[in-house]
């Protein structure tokens, strides 16, 4: 069996799921990926066998999405010769990680495809939105990727299509200690936006993760990391809590491994609001945004009695095995009835 396996790579959380699956892909086939948007700041494991630009986001100084630098790094025409050149017609069963490139290949190419991912939990009512929706947010997460079949990842199981979250596999085997630092991972905010927060906790040691440092090196109450995914994982499993954004692997690990967690979701992020209402059911700390009380609102949840919230690892061998004995090769629908979003 040939797989395709398609993975966005517009930030860290795709490609370390991927990381995850592709030896049990291995084992099922023959296993080529495609790598689609240049946001990521992980090595992966695997080999990859295309590769595109595709389509990443970019972000403003301190939380926001940069729409300007989103649109301008954007060419509609490029997505499309690249969607028709796609050799998918070569593959058994294509596997999308909300990819639209891959997804529009397979519509100009009329082949079946599976969206796995946390994405495609979004195609249920079940799943959890912000209080206020956003139709044009709502349009994007069930159409960027458009599939003929759906495979979803969430914190919990809100329907039947929906399993655990992929854990790496070394943060399950490792001791979970509390050495009372605050780990920060919040890739949308710059140095500057926080530095001055973070200082004036000086009983509290922040260990804070950024694109822009090279080396380790600590100053005051703050140790900065490098996006080094061995020392991000040491940092999360002895970590007190840990403070990042509305994604969804970052989260996800930090529950299963008992970590106390707040969420800050990028702004106008529709799919980190929906996370962080997920969140916010279950009981975790979210801030809708970073202001003077912000100091304050750390020192608090630092201290309070941690929520008891445990989530599942991923089956993965079980999820992977549904997605094969579920893959639609004759129930497709006409792909003239299908919509497309570039």
């Known amino acids: 069996m040939k797989i395709f396996y398609a ?36 090595d992966v494991p695997f080999p990859i066998r295309y590769k595109s ?26 997505i499309i010769k690249e969607a028709s050149d796609l050799p998918i017609k070569n593959y058994d069963i294509i596997i999308n990680d909300f990819d639209c490139i891959t997804a529009l290949a397979c519509k100009l190419q009329k082949k079946n495809s599976v969206q796995f991912g946390h994405q495609a ?17 709502e349009f994007v997460l069930k159409n ?37 630092h605050v780990t920060v991972y919040l890739p949308a905010f710059q140095e500057d936006c926080l530095k001055d927060t973070f200082k004036q906790l000086p009983d509290i040691h922040f260990h804070w993760f950024l694109s822009s440092v090279k080396n380790s090196y600590t100053e005051g ?33 930090a529950l299963y491994l008992g970590k106390k967690l707040m969420s800050i979701p990028i702004k106008d992020h529709y799919e980190q ?8 059911k279950m009981g975790v700390t979210v801030l809708d945004s ?22 599942q690892a991923n089956n993965i061998q079980e999820t992977l095995q549904y997605i094969v004995d579920t893959y639609p090769y004759k129930k497709a629908q006409p792909f003239e009835e299908q919509l497309m979003f570039i």
């Open 290 to 311: 970073i202001d003077e009380t912000f100091t304050t609102k750390i020192a608090h949840w630092y201290n309070e009695n941690r929520a008891d919230i445990n989530i």
């Open 273 to 280: 609001e929906c996370n962080a209402a997920a969140l916010q």
């Open 121 to 137: 939990s979004f195609q249920s009512k079940q799943t959890p939105r912000p209080n206020k929706k956003n139709m044009l947010g």
């Open 221 to 253: 109450n703050i140790t900065y990391f490098p996006i080094f995914q061995k020392l991000f994982n040491e940092s999360l499993l002895s970590c007190h809590g840990l403070i990042t954004g509305g994604g969804f692997e970052t989260p996800s690990e």
């Open 53 to 78: 630009k595709g389509l990443s986001l970019h972000y403003s100084k301190c939380g926001g999405l940069n729409y300007w630098d989103i649109i301008k790094n954007t060419k509609p025409i490029s």
């Open 7 to 42: 993975v966005q790579a517009t930030g860290n959380g795709h490609l370390s799921r991927a990381s995850q699956l592709y030896p049990h892909l291995q084992k099922m086939g023959d296993v080529d990926i495609f790598v689609s948007g240049n946001n990521s700041h992980i």
């Open 144 to 180: 960027f990727a458009k599939s003929t079949n759906y495979v979803g990842l969430h914190f919990q199981s809100y329907d039947d299509y929906i399993f655990s979250p992929v854990i790496k596999e070394e943060m399950m085997h490792q001791e979970v200690k509390d050495q009372k």
